[in-house]
């Protein structure tokens, strides 16, 4: 699984796609042999623009206000660490389950 558990929250591990056509949560692929989540934004990569829109789109996957979900590490990389801020055993529950129908 491309996430793991916290005391704050979650970490979701993604590699993201900068200047696409649409902004979406594609799926999972390997990366450096671990999962990640694979994500693609319309945003250009200037002034934190395509992590911003990475944030709002992970928000909006996961059902979280947009304050909640951080870009953690890797900000000016493709392979990036997102914090999902909030209670962990519920977040784990709602991750899962959105990971698992992106495999299906």
Do not use: C, Y
């Amino acid at each position: 699984m491309p996430f793991r558990r916290d005391s704050e929250g979650v970490l979701l591990a993604v590699r993201l796609t900068p200047k696409s056509g649409r902004d979406q949560v594609e799926g999972i692929e390997e990366f450096d042999g671990a999962p990640v989540l694979k994500a693609r934004v319309r945003a250009v990569p200037e002034d934190g623009k395509a992590n911003s829109a990475l944030e709002k789109l992970i928000a909006k996957w996961i059902g979280l206000p947009h304050t909640n979900v951080s870009v953690e590490k890797g900000g000016k990389s493709r392979l990036k660490q997102v914090r999902l801020e909030g209670d962990a055993e519920t977040l784990d529950v709602v991750v899962r389950s959105r990971v698992k129908d992106l495999e299906a």
